[in-house]
Structure formats: C-alpha cells, structure tokens
C-alpha cells in the first residue's frame, strides 16, 4: 500500500518523506487555507515547493465547478510540475473534466467520495485515483472502510486501474484497516503515520536493551 501525507504544511512533508516510506501528498483548500496560503501566485508555488520536496504524486485541486473553469485550472497545474495530480471534485462536471483529462493523459485524483456508485462513475471516466472519505463517513456512523471494501469489489470484478486512495484517514487503525481490505493508497497526518511505529513493549525491550549493555559496558 502506498502512503501520501494529507497535508499542505512543508514541515510535516519534509519530516514524512525523511522517513523514506512517503509515495505523495494531497492536499486540499482546506488544507491550504491552514496553512495561510492564499492568492494565485502563492497557491501555484506552494504546489512547486511541495514537488520539489517529494518525488511522487502531488494531488492540486480545482477551485472551479465548471467543467470550463476546471479544465482551464486543471491544465495550469499539470503544466507546473510533472508530479502533479489534477483533484476534482465528484460532482458531474468533474466526470467531464476528468474524461477530457484521461484522453490528455493528465492525472486526476476524484474526490469527495461517499458512494459505491460515485466511485464507478469516476472510474468509468478514467480516473487515476478515487478518495472515498474514510473519516468523514465514520463521523455519520457509516462504515467508511465498508465502501472501501465495496469499491475493492467492483473494481476487481471489471478491472478497473483506478486506484482507491483512502482519504480522510484519522488514526493508525485506520491505516491498518486500509491494508487489510486492498486500498492501493492512504492519505493521512503525520501524526497517524508515526504512531504506527509506537508499542509500549517496544519502549520496554529497547530500554532493557540499553541497560543490560550499560552493565557490562560501562
Ligand atoms: O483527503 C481528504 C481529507 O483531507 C479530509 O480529511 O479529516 O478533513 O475528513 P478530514
């Protein structure tokens, strides 16, 4: 399973891929705006600076919710770097951006997906990935890992190249469920992908490690 940070903070990107596990990034505007970036100019070169940092898919979304608007913004992000993934939104616009997208060869990541049937929708029309919201459905008390399971299927069943990209992943469970059930890509925090490493007995057994070379090291 590949592993994007969700993130637009460089710091918590240049601190992921040091690890030498990270694959890409998402972002969103969300994201962005939390990170106090606004303005054209700024928005494109934080995209820059972040393909800069990451050897990987970068995921850039759209603004627009035309199918116009978003080609025109789509085709502006691309031209910037080559690690960068057009994000649109599912709505059906977005399924005629991502079509023209896919002819153009251009990378698209479809997001705000809720459904099994959003997600065949975007597949149909040539997504490179799809992001089901795993944390947001379990908010509503909706199994978010059930539809990824769902997608799993109807993927396999026809197919499909397009990668299921859990997003809205919250917490390390989240990431092993992920893997559990064959979604291709998580995108999380920081902060769930280091706690992946925590075991209190690992603590335990380092520190009886360390003292028992102490005792007869010195
Ligand atoms: O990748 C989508 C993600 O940014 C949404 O996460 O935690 O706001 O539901 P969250």
Redesign the pocket.
């Known amino acids: 399973m590949k592993f994007f940070i969700?993130t637009a903070n460089l710091s918590d990107i240049k601190e992921a891929y040091s690890l030498g596990i990270l694959d890409g990034v998402?972002t969103?505007p969300?994201?962005m705006a939390k990170e106090g970036i606004a303005g054209y100019d700024a928005v494109m070169k934080h995209y820059l600076t972040i393909c800069e940092i990451v050897d990987g898919p970068v995921s850039a979304e759209v603004i627009a919710t035309d199918f116009e608007g978003m080609v025109r913004e789509g085709e502006a992000l691309a031209a910037l770097h080559s690690n960068i993934v057009v994000k649109i939104p599912m709505i059906l616009e977005g399924i005629k951006a991502i079509k023209y997208f896919s002819k153009k060869g251009i990378r698209t990541n479809c997001t705000l997906i809720f459904s099994a049937g959003q997600a065949l929708l975007a597949a149909k029309a040539g997504a490179t990935y799809i992001?089901p919201?795993l944390?947001?459905l379990d908010d509503v008390s909706t199994s978010g890992t059930g539809l990824i399971q769902q997608i799993r299927l109807i993927f396999d069943n026809y197919g499909f190249e397009t990668e299921i990209l859990a997003?809205?992943v919250?917490h390390p469970m989240h990431i092993i469920e992920c893997a559990e059930i064959g979604a291709d890509v998580m995108?999380g925090p920081l902060s769930a992908i280091k706690a992946l490493a925590n075991h209190p007995l690992t603590d335990i057994g380092l520190q009886q490690f360390l003292a028992d070379h102490a005792k007869v090291n010195g």
């Open positions: 969700d998402t969103n969300s994201l992001s919201f944390g947001r997003a809205s919250r995108t």
